[in-house]
């Protein structure tokens, strides 16, 4: 029977979707693991490879852990392992790694072939308890084994080592937090399980990265996320001033972000200093062994050294925003945001039957060692009688359980039993034994009959894993520090820009350099073959260099960004998205409250102002609508045109209107060709235009050529360029 292809194809991307979420990117509040993570610490587990043990190669590890539990690529199994063993990525650990586990510089790991591991005492820790029925098993992938659905997790490893995850039409993201402030916010919880959010948040404070870092962020901001289960934390790295002597000092990083690759933040840096978009930063040195030691030097000793780190926090990885997203499966089924409050309750809780699960698994081994120790006892006390049926008797079985009232458990402990075990001293051992026994028994069914004395049991355990990983141990301490969160000041990079004068160069194919001082503009310069001069301007390296293309946009470009003059230079199409197919029209400084004249050859134009050019992305911005011709700056009171038809045209400059953005209104009227040039004048002064040879031509009195916008104009007076061009 068919169906129809949207519900077939609805249907298997939700069990598509459903297994994403429940068996691979979503971690178990209870575990704080995803199913890959869980099997590869079980594969371990059943390897035997204990942390005071011997390591064997990750790829049997691997193997096993794909033969056995996890059916996928043995590429992403060694990868999670490889993670679990990285100490700049896991806060506490779970594999114990030996060889090349990959770096902070972002190296990858060793082929697994090449490195070695073993559990990590965290793990053991994670595992307490799987031998004695503390969870539930299910079936491995192929029937053959059997895996925990959920580890008995002694501490709540989700918020301690973190995890992150994306699902479909769902992600997770939880920072690492120091385990000794999150056992005591348990303990509270289970003191008063009313508690708030913000008090637990108080006691957590917030995450500890095993990078270390900064914490900069504002204790109520990080209680709200906390009460949210979403948010966001602002780390820094660590730096200090160290000084040189003599007035030199240089800055140290000694600790960057949480999961920022050093050499990628030391290329970012370079890149910086290398466009000069920070120019109070001379150079950068990684100076890293061991421990991370990134070295700043400064343009100059009157440097402002927060200045300089302002600058570099808002324009590189020193400091990144680390969202939280606290999306778990709370009993290993239904994916929900949860709070803080909501993941303790979820461990506190499992932790509470993983307890009775385990005291109901004792008392089954005490009933079965007491029946046990029942017979032996019995036999004692009639020895001889025993001998001599075993000795006689074709079935000493059935008669000592007739004659005894033994079970048949109890019998075949006797049977088994070694002659050396009959002195009299096994028997005073026995009653012993039997009675600590009984003991154990009353107080784990009196445990098991008032839940304080639960709570209490499991307070207990979880300070002793605070004593074995808390803060008492230097790896317990915490890495991450959290200061007090100022405003950062607006730091404004241009101003850093240290000014001075610059001639730019742009020649006819589009190659940019600009040459230190103010050359003569008019200069013999070396050009690419079958290049040439194109434009030539003084400016300074504090300046915008607007630049506006036939495509009727303008692009904006720092000066200080400019390639050096000895060499050819750069093309300017590498800095700016300007279409292969537009010319460049004019380049020039932009200066506030300076207006343009801009036209297009179809003879439309319109001032505008200078803030309503300048562009803030390289594809620049759009103002003349249509093919444009030309961009003249604003002055005097008229403005002159002339069209290819050689009609020359004076009109007031008033009679243009001023738009950000448009195609404008007609200047000069024409039947044939298009606009030519457009100047602007002061009608007291006449017009000027170069004859060639270093001449001038001055033309004083203008009457016979002015009149209304968009006339027809006359005649250009006799001596007029042939180009029709002003300049």
């Known amino acids: 029977m068919s169906e129809p292809l949207s519900r077939a194809i609805g249907e298997r991307y939700l069990t598509y979707a459903l297994s994403t979420i429940m068996h691979r990117a979503l971690p178990d509040a209870r575990d704080g693991l995803k199913p890959v ?3 590869i610490l079980y594969a371990m587990r059943e390897l035997r490879l204990a942390p005071n043990g011997a390591f064997r190669k990750s790829a049997k590890i691997t193997g096993d852990v794909m033969g056995n539990y996890h059916p996928h690529g043995d590429a992403a199994i060694y990868d999670a392992m490889a993670r679990l063993a990285q100490d700049f990525a896991m806060r506490y650990p779970l594999v114990d790694g030996q060889g090349n586990f990959g770096n902070i510089d972002g190296d990858n790991p060793a082929a697994a072939r090449y490195t070695e591991a073993r559990l990590a005492a965290a793990s053991e820790a994670l595992m307490d308890g799987l031998a004695e029925d503390a969870v539930d098993y299910r079936p491995n992938y192929d029937g053959t084994l059997t895996e925990p659905v959920v580890l008995p997790s002694a501490f709540p490893n989700l918020l301690a080592n973190g995890a992150s995850g994306i699902a479909v039409g769902m992600a997770t993201n939880i920072p690492p937090h120091n385990l000794h402030e999150v056992v005591d916010a348990c303990l509270h919880l289970i003191k008063s399980p009313d508690a708030r959010d913000d008090t637990l ?41 160290e000084d040189l002597g003599r007035g030199q000092w240089q800055i140290v990083v000694t600790e960057i972000p949480y999961q920022v690759q050093k050499s990628k933040l030391i290329e970012r840096l370079a890149e910086l200093i290398q466009t000069r978009k920070i120019p109070i930063l001379a150079d950068i040195r990684d100076e890293s062994a061991e421990d991370v030691r990134i070295v700043l030097e400064p343009k100059s000793r009157s440097v402002d050294p927060d200045q300089l780190m302002g600058a570099l926090f808002k324009t590189s990885d020193l400091e990144i925003r680390f969202n939280l997203n606290m999306n778990v499966l709370i009993d290993g089924r239904v994916p929900k945001v949860c709070s803080l409050k909501e993941v303790l309750r979820a461990f506190l809780d499992h932790r509470r039957e993983v307890l009775v699960r385990r005291a109901n698994y004792r008392l089954g081994k005490i009933a079965a060692r007491l029946e046990v120790l029942e017979g032996y006892l019995v036999a004692y006390l009639n020895l001889d009688r025993v001998i001599e049926i075993i000795r006689n008797e074709d079935d000493p079985k059935a008669v000592m359980m007739a004659e005894f009232a033994l079970t048949e458990v109890q019998v075949e402990a006797i049977l088994n039993m070694r002659l050396r075990a009959l002195r009299k001293l096994e028997e005073i051992e026995l009653r012993a034994e039997r009675d600590a026994l009984l003991d154990e028994r009353t107080l784990l069914e009196a445990m098991l009959a008032d839940e304080g004395a639960q709570w209490a049991r499991i307070a207990d355990e979880l300070k002793g894993v605070r004593d074995a990983f808390g803060k008492s141990r230097p790896e317990g301490q915490r890495r991450t520090t959290i200061a007090e969160a100022g405003e950062t000041p607006e730091i404004d990079l241009d101003s850093m820009i240290e000014r001075e004068p610059l001639t730019v160069i742009l020649s006819k194919m589009g190659w940019i350099r600009a040459m230190k001082g103010h050359q003569p503009l008019d200069a013999e310069l070396k050009f690419k073959d079958g290049d040439g001069p194109g434009f030539a301007l003084h400016a300074e390296t504090t300046d915008k260099l607007m630049v506006f293309a036939s495509n009727g946009r303008f692009y904006t470009l720092p000066a200080a960004n400019l390639p050096g003059g000895r060499g050819m230079g750069e093309p300017l199409r590498l800095m700016i998205d ?59 009171d008229h403005v002159a045109v002339v069209g290819d038809n050689r009609k020359l045209l004076v009109f ?58 968009a006339t027809a104009g006359r005649m250009a007076p006799r001596g007029f360029p042939r180009d029709n061009r002003f300049a």
């Open 37 to 39: 993570h869980r099997r």
């Open 201 to 241: 948040a108080a006691l957590i404070k917030g995450p500890d990265f095993p990078t270390g870092g900064v914490l900069v962020e504002t204790a109520e901001s990080m209680a709200e996320t906390y009460r949210t289960g979403r948010g966001a934390f602002r780390l820094r790295a660590r730096w200090s001033v």
């Open 578 to 636: 300007l279409p292969n197919e537009a010319e460049i029209i004019n380049v020039f400084p932009w200066r506030e409250g300076v207006r343009y004249l801009v036209a297009s050859k179809a003879g439309d134009g319109f001032i505008v102002g200078a803030s309503d050019i300048l562009a803030q992305t390289r594809s620049g911005k759009q103002v003349l609508n249509g093919d444009a011709l030309l961009c003249r700056p604003v002055q005097g």
């Open 652 to 709: 007031p400059l008033d009679e243009l209107p001023e738009m950000a953005r448009g195609k404008g209104v007609r200047l000069l009227k024409f039947k044939d060709g298009g606009l030519s040039d457009a100047v602007c004048l002061t009608l007291s002064q006449g017009l000027s235009w170069p004859m060639g040879g270093g001449k001038t031509r001055h033309e004083p009195d203008l009457t016979e050529w002015l009149g209304k916008r």
